[in-house]
């Protein structure tokens, strides 16, 4: 059966983002620059940017130069991990088989969906508009619709930014025969060389070189090109919908410390973001474990499971502190914590955060105090589901948010 796929990227993703969140980068030249050891790399230039002549993995001493009025900005892996998860949330919308190819990119496939080619560009229009409506008017991608993944992909490629590209399956060989080799994933700068040497320039070329030379030549990868080159795939969209065991994070705190306080600012602030991810994704979990590294390297960690489900961060905190206080050797100074929630089962009501509540009633609280807490998380959740992570935070948490901002100390890592 013929397939209809769309090959989604987003345009200039990191720094669209940085847009989106701050209307004071807008319509400006901007540049994503790497986390840590990599600050002095542009890893996402801005529309305005490259229009300016600002290439993404410059250096951002050889990017100021060529464009002195560039506005460098340290990425925020978080905030876009966020909206990967939203966009990908939405294409779920349109089709059950969503493959989430990298950061910025995903692959649909909407052969049920579309018939034909020209529902395909019509749910691509769709999908384009209900994208401005969740994730904002700057975040815009480029959408390819192909008979394949390949073919798709290298359509998304050709009009940036929102753009929609169609290769219909008669349109195929023309598509290819109007692109260079190295414009194909797949076919990298060395492989151009490779294929260069052999006489082969071209994708007409390609097709018209026998196979077992190919093959001769390049082994398995040479029947990929072969096909490749007459512009059919086998890959379909992977979809991976597997639940996960457990949500976690740990922190590496900016200092070793002693601080009872402080450890409990860092720990709480990691349990709100776990708690949050499971009511995003609509899980509650029966089991915490936490994990204490100290400045010598060593470690012990302790896990408590529980009978009443809870995705409450508040909830979680409570018993992570009691594990951490339980377990923590007092005499060294702590270097990491790590909390984790397990025991996970799903909550299948499309807003999770009442139901997860009523159900599991694993709350501190009771009655009315209760009720008020809920209506509160489940308005942070739609903050945080529209405006992000760093939308809002407790005040108990703000003397870490500054100063981690400021001193740009401290790792966080989701597990
Ligand atoms: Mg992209």
């Known amino acids: 059966m013929q397939k209809i796929i769309l090959h989604i990227d987003m345009n200039s993703y990191f720094a669209s983002v940085e847009q989106q ?6 319509g400006k030249p901007i540049g994503i ?19 300016l002549g600002v290439k993404t993995a410059m250096s951002t001493w050889q990017a100021k130069k060529i464009c002195p009025s560039l506005i460098l900005i340290a990425g925020d892996p978080e905030k876009y991990s966020e909206i990967t998860h939203r966009f990908n949330k939405l294409f779920f919308e349109f089709t059950p088989f969503v ?10 496939d909407i052969t049920e969906q579309a018939k034909d080619w020209f529902g395909a560009v019509y749910l691509a229009q769709q999908l384009r508009e209900r994208l401005r409506e969740e994730c904002g008017e700057w975040i815009t991608a480029s959408i390819g619709i192909a008979p394949n993944k390949l073919l ?4 998304s490629d050709l009009v940036k930014p929102n753009g929609i590209t169609l290769t219909r399956s008669e349109d195929a060989i ?11 994933c797949g076919i990298g ?9 052999l006489g082969i320039m071209n994708f007409k070329r390609l097709r018209e070189f026998p196979l077992e030379e190919l093959v001769d030549e390049f082994g398995s990868y040479g029947t990929w090109l072969h096909e490749a080159a007459h512009g059919r795939e086998a890959f379909e969209v992977n979809v991976e919908e597997e639940d996960p065991k457990s949500v976690g994070h740990s922190y590496t705190l900016p200092k070793d410390t002693f601080d009872p306080v402080l450890m409990q600012r860092y720990l709480l602030g990691m349990c709100e973001k776990v708690a949050w991810r499971m009511r995003r994704d609509g899980f509650v979990a029966n089991a915490v474990s936490i994990y204490v590294r100290y400045g010598d390297f060593s470690g012990n960690g302790k896990q408590h499971v529980f009978k009443e489900s809870t995705a409450d961060g508040l909830r979680l905190f409570e018993i992570a502190w009691r594990l951490v206080d ?3 050797d007092k005499s060294k100074p702590v270097r990491l914590l790590g909390i984790s ?11 999770p955060t009442m139901s997860i509540f009523s159900a599991g009633g694993g709350s501190a609280f009771g009655g009315k105090k209760e009720q008020k807490h809920l209506s509160v998380l489940s308005a942070l959740d739609k903050i945080q589901s529209r405006y992000g992570s760093k939308s809002w935070t407790r005040a108990s948490l703000l003397p870490i948010a500054f100063q981690d901002r400021a001193s740009g100390l401290g790792y966080d890592h989701e597990l």
């Open 21 to 26: 969140a701050n209307p004071f980068l807008r």
């Open 33 to 51: 620059t790497g986390k840590r050891s990599e600050r002095s790399i542009i890893a996402t230039a801005s529309i305005e940017a490259k229009k």
């Open 99 to 108: 493959q989430e190819f990298s950061v910025d990119e995903s692959f649909l």
């Open 152 to 155: 798709a992909k290298l359509s």
């Open 174 to 184: 023309a598509r290819l025969d109007s692109v260079k080799l190295t414009d194909l």
């Open 189 to 197: 700068p060395r492989m151009g060389k490779r294929l260069n040497d």
């Open 326 to 328: 339980s377990v923590r």
């Open 341 to 351: 929630a397990s025991h996970l089962t799903h909550t299948s009501e499309s807003k």
